[in-house]
């Protein structure tokens, strides 16, 4: 009976653990839509610095899992996006460090998003010898997420954008247009709706090449 008890206590306990992890997910999620999607840009650089070390946190509580480095990086290459300069390198190398500990922990963590983030931080950061840029690896990691999660928006429309950078405009089109046509997502609705305008600006700008 004492063994029984001790194993029920101990399955009792699993969901109180694993709803705190998906609370804080969720949460930084939402916020990090929020932030990129809704604040005025004179606001976002102090609200993705907050953000990001609550990310840090989430990372220090749950060492031994992908999914909070993996939106620690999200959060650390998104605030260098809206910082620009070389003052961002230092934010995307670290969030290059915590995307590939993601890959060891777990590669097949939120559908591969991993691979999505480091493919598209391949191939916007700069190349030797300003930063680690690199398009042959971005386009190996953007088709490693897309085998992952075919359907998905995110590695849809970095594929897309990827194809679009180099020339690609045909299969860009492509992608860009499975991305728009992808599911939305539970509880990401304020994510979904602005990754679809950034969809529909590049296919906006698709349409003015003649492609």
């Known amino acids: ?23 804080e ?15 005025p840009e004179d606001e976002k650089g102090t609200a993705f610095e907050v953000l990001a070390k609550d990310a840090g946190a989430f990372v220090a509580e749950y060492p031994d899992r992908a999914e909070p480095r993996i939106w620690q990086a999200i959060v ?3 605030w260098a996006g809206e910082k620009g300069g070389l003052g961002a390198l230092s934010l995307v190398k670290e969030a290059r460090r915590q995307l590939e500990k993601a890959l060891e922990i777990d590669e097949n963590a939120l559908e ?10 391949y191939y916007q950061v700069p190349g030797w010898p300003l930063g680690f840029g690199d398009d042959d690896k971005a386009r190996r990691y953007l088709q490693k997420a897309l085998s992952l999660n075919p359907n998905g928006i995110d590695p849809n429309f970095f594929f897309g954008d990827y194809l679009l ?34 969809v529909r600006e590049r296919l906006d700008r698709l349409a003015d090449l003649g492609a």
């Open 25 to 39: 997910l969720e949460r930084i999620q939402q916020r990090w839509a929020e932030i990129l999607y809704q604040l």
């Open 112 to 121: 591969g998003s991993a691979y999505t983030s480091l493919g598209s931080l």
């Open 76 to 78: 650390l290459s998104t």
């Open 1 to 23: 009976m004492k063994a029984i008890s001790v194993m029920l206590a101990l399955l009792l306990a699993l969901p109180v653990w694993a709803d705190s992890i998906e609370t």
């Open 165 to 198: 950078e180099h020339g690609e405009t045909d299969r860009a089109r492509q992608y860009l247009e499975r991305a728009l046509a992808a599911p939305d997502r539970a509880g990401r609705q304020v994510a979904d709706q602005g990754r679809r305008a950034e």
